[in-house]
């Protein structure tokens, strides 16, 4: 079967594949919506022989959460043009649609691991989409603002971070210290009682 053959078999919309989250999850998509992730589309297209494909595409880096997104976003846009890179809007030309923007209505975090995801994935619309809305995010905010929006931490958080990073891996050398010396007084005072055993018979 040619690469173009198997790239048709793979969109076939009535056949899906499983994907397994990083947190062990496994999900389902469409092979239609699998076509917008330029990613999904080359692995299918390589392995994909018109017979059942039921191997679990395994997503190590990404959560079941994000997943979730991830797939919500192809299903909603399967069976639509995948753009190329040179054709992504400018910065601040992006036109949400409704859905778009219920679909980002997401905090800071969520929203740069769907990011990531999308980046991963080649997911090019998504991407484009969700760091624009990354950037009308901050648009006319003071830096203050800015901060709380994209949970930044303050300098006074960073140093309380640093301090519990620190005194956790204190800890963690010290049960090293005493779990290596429990170690070597054991057997020296399992000899010591051996040897007065010895020595009272």
């Not at 018109?50 to 997503?59: H, K, P, Q, R």
């Not at 960073?158 to 620190?166: F, H, L, R, T, V």
Request: hydrophobic residues 40%; negative net charge; charged residues 30%.
């Amino acid at each position: 079967m040619s690469t173009g053959e198997a790239s048709e078999a793979a969109a076939d919309p009535d056949v899906y594949f499983v994907l397994q989250s990083s947190d062990g999850q496994e999900l389902k998509i469409s092979s239609l919506a699998s076509q917008q992730s330029k990613t999904l589309k080359n692995l299918l297209a390589s392995f994909h022989d018109g017979a059942d494909f039921n191997e679990v595409i395994s997503m190590d880096n990404i959560k079941e959460a994000t997943l979730l997104k991830i797939i919500e976003w192809c299903e909603h846009n399967r069976g639509e043009p995948v753009p190329d890179h040179d054709e992504d809007p400018k910065p601040g030309s992006v036109r949400f649609s409704e859905w778009d923007k219920e679909y980002l209505e997401i905090d800071c975090s969520q929203l740069f691991d769907l990011i990531v995801a999308a980046d991963y994935l080649n997911i090019r619309k998504l991407l484009v989409y969700a760091t624009n809305k990354v950037a009308l995010m901050g648009k006319g905010k003071s830096p203050e603002q800015m901060r709380v929006t994209y949970m930044i931490p303050t300098d006074e958080e960073d140093e309380a971070a640093e301090k519990a990073a620190a005194e956790k891996k204190k800890a963690k050398e010290a049960e090293r210290a005493a779990a290596a010396a429990a170690g070597e007084t054991g057997p020296s005072a399992s000899g010591a009682e051996a040897a007065a055993g010895a020595k009272d018979a």
